[in-house]
């Protein structure tokens, strides 16, 4: 079993940023990709950024995250993050981060709502 908790969502102004956080525990030898999706009200959840390869990484951005987000995990603490920059309404969402291990499968977290809006 793999255990995981977001944190750091919150409402912030367009242009602003916001550092959202992802804690893994458990059985965590195996989880080789992590990352971070999101789902806004009435969409289906989309990815937004991953590491493929924990102990080499390599980050993947969705297209609507490059140049604005930047996902990163630091190895000993078993944390991903995802600092978010250049905020706009539209990434109004609630966040959901991902722990996927080719033995056990994906695990969820329960998300972090993040709100953009002046």
């Known amino acids: 079993q793999v255990q995981v908790v977001e944190s750091g969502g919150g409402l912030v102004q367009p242009g602003g940023s916001l550092r959202l956080s992802c804690a893994v525990s458990g059985d965590t030898a195996t989880v080789n990709v992590m990352g971070w999706y999101r789902q806004a009200p009435g969409k289906q959840r989309e990815f937004v950024a991953s590491i493929v390869d924990i102990t080499r990484p390599e980050a993947v951005y969705a297209d609507s995250a490059k140049g604005r987000f930047t996902v990163s995990k630091d190895i000993a603490k078993n944390t991903l993050s995802l600092q978010m920059t250049s905020l706009k309404t539209e990434d109004t969402a609630v966040y959901f981060c991902?722990?996927?291990?080719?033995?056990?499968?994906?695990?969820w977290g329960q998300g972090t709502q993040v709100t953009v809006s002046s």
């Open positions: 991902s722990a996927s291990s080719p033995l056990l499968g994906a695990y």
